[in-house]
C-alpha cells in the first residue's frame, strides 16, 4: 500500500511538470502516448509485485533499524531475470508516464532518476547485499544482469 501511494504522488508531481513544458515548448509528438500506456502499466506491475514481494520478506514487515531491509535473499519471480527489477520498473513507469503525457520535461526526470537509481545500486545497494548475504550474493551477481532481463547464465 505504501508503494502505490508513493507513486500516486510521483505521478501527481510528474503532472506538475506540464508547466514546463509549456515554457520550454518540450512536448513530446503526439504517438509517444501509444509507447507510453503499456511501458506506464508493465512498471506500475513491476513496482506492486516487488514491493509485494519484499514486503513479505523482512522489508516494512518488522520494527527496528533494518525495517527497510529484507531478511531473506530475493532469487526468484523479477529478481530471477534482472537484479534490480523494481528499480527498473520505477524508470519503466516513469518513462511510460512521461511519454503518455507528451513531457519532455518529465523524460528528463525519467533519465535523472535512472542515473540516480543506478549510483545507488552500484554505491550502497549491492555492497549491502553482498555484506549481509555473502557467497549466494555473488554467485546470484554473476549470473543475473543489473538492468537488462534475461535467462540466468549458469556458473
Partial sequence: MLVAGI???VGWLL???RAFDVRFRSFLPDWTRAIGLPLLLVGALLVLLCGALLS???ILSRRGKDWLFPTEFIAFGPFRYVRNPMSLGAVILLTGLALWNRSGCALAL???AF???HAVVIFVEEPGLERRFGESYSIYKSRVNRWLPRRPRKV
Avoid: K, N, Y
Fill in 7 to 9: 507513486w500516486i504522488l
Fill in 15 to 17: 503532472l506538475q511538470l
Fill in 56 to 58: 513479505t520478506r523482512g
Fill in 110 to 112: 525519467a533519465a535523472l
Fill in 115 to 117: 542515473v540516480f537509481l
